[in-house]
């Protein structure tokens, strides 16, 4: 047994010529003993305590023989196969010791550069690659054997080859996403003939295919138990034949997958092994690189023109509406509301995009040469070798759920399951995922879960933008985000539609009341605010009363029918500002008048110039508003607004435009 032989038992870390460990005999936690290669064999020396080397040797269960030159134990050989990045620099090295530690056939241990020339053990921070990584670069077809050994043999004979480094069972998901980017198309996978070798070749084919590879598992035939790849070889056969056995295998089908544990293997992953990375942008905030986004909103406002839009900016390259520069690459649409002839094209030239860029997956091709509707669920495999053979850098679903099949869109578990391939097509491939989808008719629910069907939409997305009307200008939508796990949440755009573009707002819209914005706007809802602002109003012109308690408040809202919430709205609307005056069970919530703020006219309520909640109540609506004001409300002074007693009619409400832009704190529900 060599000191190297030692080092990789024990775990010790070599430092010059020497290797250092903590002494096994009295416990130290300071790598007090050195040992190195002598004249005769391995020299000992503990720095704390002067350990005796036979104690040493004996608490790691090792006689002076072994670590003697010129013995039997000293017949190891160490081959080392150097794992390189995508450009061959080395990162780490596998060593295979023969024979192996403690009566194994073969033992193995990593060892990375030491930043002298030299090596250390263990990954040492070093990013995991696959063996050969920079052999199977721009390669379509690559060789999966089971051993740095095999493939180079595989490489000898002019085949594109590589492994994991650990051996069966330690393949993982960074492999996988490493074929992906070396642009690795078909993977042919040479098990070991055992029951590990099995299982490994299953896992292997298992998260390829999930990524959107095809694969074939070649059992090779004659070979003996244990046998592989090389043996195979060895025994006579040729490239030839082995290219004709592989011709004659049926791609893997994952449901032909059967391993030792019925069928089923957990997949673990040690974050060590993660490379952590940055969010790769195809839009910074609003569209992420291997990611899904969902985009929502109403019928006919735009949704599928806004999508076109972006299509249009990543075929050319072009910047984004903020400012940001849009990465050239190609778009793959799937499209089942328009025509392509007649919208789709028309709009992609009118918007400038370059149609050479954008590829649209129409439907599937059967044995029989008729056409079918494409299912997320059962055409995967399509959508798989659609996305190979486009290179797409975004892919559009439009609508999501007309393309999930038979799949229940209102049960989570169902949803959750139909896009969980896709989602991780798009982590494997490198594209962005943007799902298109209608809201809810349940104009009540908050805005996040308006999104029509099941909440598993909403939360597989790591982004949400919704599309909705401005409220006060029919004309104009607001591109709201209403979710993002990966960022800060982007600012809200506006853009009109106009002679079949699109003419974005070079500023962001400030002050949206998001929740407001998606809330119903039918005549039964903008009742109930006009009622509520008519509470509000009653309640002004009684001036001697303010500040107002909330609780007199609430009272005068249940008294006309108005529910708490709707009244507190009304009054952030209004700019009523609420506050708590003292402290415990003595403190009480009041209502203070509202304030002018700069620049206003003396009684009246500022008006906020950002898109309004506020459904308009009329064609003309603030008229009406106008007139009754100035029967009930009079100015006195800066900051103050006044009222008389109500019109007799009852007709007075809000003054026109009467949204404060003063921040107002809302209060609990619970103290009311």
């Known amino acids: 047994m060599t000191a190297a032989d030692l080092a990789a ?41 002067q350990c005796v080397v036979s104690d040493i040797l004996a608490a790691w269960q090792l006689t002076a023989a072994d670590v003697m030159t010129g013995r039997a134990t000293d017949a190891r050989t160490h081959t080392p196969f150097v794992y390189g ?38 990954f040492g921070g070093a990013r995991r690659v696959p063996y050969n990584r920079a052999g199977i670069q721009g390669t379509a077809t690559v060789f999966i054997p089971e051993g740095e050994k095999h493939v180079d043999r595989l490489v000898a004979l002019g085949l594109a080859a590589t492994c994991n480094v650990g051996g069966a069972g330690k393949w ?35 998260l390829a295919h999930g990524a959107g590879l095809q694969v074939k598992v070649l059992d090779l035939p004659g070979l003996a138990p244990k046998g592989d790849v090389s043996d195979w070889l060895a ?35 040690f974050l060590s092994c993660v490379q952590p990375e940055a969010v790769d942008w195809l839009w910074p905030g609003r569209i992420a690189v291997g990611k899904y986004t969902l985009f929502a ?15 249009a900016r990543v075929s050319r390259g072009t910047a984004f509406p903020d400012g940001t520069i849009a990465p050239k690459g190609r778009v793959l649409k799937l499209t089942a509301e328009d025509g392509l002839a007649d919208t789709i094209r028309p709009r992609i030239d009118a918007l400038g995009g370059d149609p050479s860029q954008i590829a649209v997956l129409e439907a599937v091709k059967e044995r029989d040469g008729t056409r079918s509707a494409i299912s997320l669920v059962r055409d995967l495999q399509v959508l798989a070798e659609a996305i190979r053979e486009v290179d797409p850098m975004l892919v559009d679903i439009d609508p999501l759920n007309a393309y999930l099949g038979g799949t229940d869109t209102h049960r989570d578990s169902e949803v959750r399951a139909a896009l969980t391939p896709i989602l991780d097509m798009a982590a494997h491939r490198r594209f962005a995922l943007v799902g298109i989808g209608h809201l809810s008719k349940d104009a009540q629910r908050a805005a996040l879960h308006r999104p029509g069907g099941s909440i598993a939409f909403v939360a597989a997305a790591r982004i949400v933008l919704g599309l909705v009307a401005d409220q006060q200008d029919p004309e104009r939508r607001l591109l709201v985000p209403l979710k993002s796990n990966i960022c800060r949440p982007a ?32 005549p039964s809802d903008r009742e109930e605010h006009s009622g509520a602002e008519q509470v509000i109003v009653d309640l ?29 709205r009304a009054a952030k609307r209004l700019g009523i500002r609420i506050e708590k005056s003292g402290f415990g069970h003595g403190g009480k919530w009041l209502w203070y008048r509202p304030a002018a703020t700069k620049g206003t006219h003396s009684g009246h309520v500022p008006q906020n110039t950002a898109a309004c909640p506020l459904s308009p109540l009329s064609k003309n609506p603030w008229k009406e508003e106008e007139e009754a004001l100035k029967s009930v409300l009079r100015g006195h002074g800066p900051g103050v607004l006044e009222t008389e007693a109500p019109d007799p009619s009852g007709s007075a409400v809000p003054a026109s435009g009467s949204r404060a832009t003063t921040d107002t704190t809302e209060a609990p529900d619970d103290v009311f």
Not at 85 to 110: I, M, N, R, T, W
Not at 491 to 507: G, H, M, Q, S
Not at 547 to 560: C, H, S, T, V, Y
């Open 297 to 311: 909103g109403e019928p006919g406002l735009g949704k599928t023109f806004a999508m076109l839009d972006v299509n």
């Open 540 to 568: 002004l012109a009684d001036e001697a009363s303010w500040p107002l308690e909330a609780r007199l408040a609430m009272e005068a809202g249940q008294a006309n029918g108005v529910n708490e919430r709707t009244l507190r």
């Open 172 to 206: 993982t998901d960074t492999e996988t996403a490493a074929l992906v980017a070396a642009g690795v198309q078909n993977l042919i996978v040479l098990p070991d003939h055992d029951q590990p070798g099995h299982d490994h070749g299953q896992l292997v084919a298992r």
């Open 85 to 122: 990045d995508e450009h061959g620099a080395p990162l780490f090295q596998s060593v295979c010791v023969v024979p192996g530690f403690d009566g194994k056939a073969k033992s193995f241990y990593v060892q990375h550069p030491d930043g002298r020339g030299g090596w250390e053990k263990g």
């Open 491 to 522: 600012a809200t755009l506006a853009f009109r539609i106009t002679d079949d573009r699109l003419a974005w707002e070079a500023d962001a819209v400030a002050d949206v009341d998001v929740e407001a914005l998606f809330r119903s706007s039918t």
């Open 235 to 269: 025994a006579g056969h040729s490239k030839d034949e082995l290219l004709a056995l592989v011709q004659a295998t049926p791609l893997w089908k994952p449901d032909a997958t059967v391993t030792s544990t019925n069928g089923r293997a957990p997949i673990v992953t």
């Open 9 to 49: 038992r024990v775990s010790a870390k070599r430092i010059g010529k020497e290797y250092r460990v903590c002494c096994p005999v009295h416990g130290d936690k300071n790598a007090s003993l050195e040992f190195r290669d002598g004249d005769k064999g391995i020299v000992f020396q503990c720095r704390s305590q």
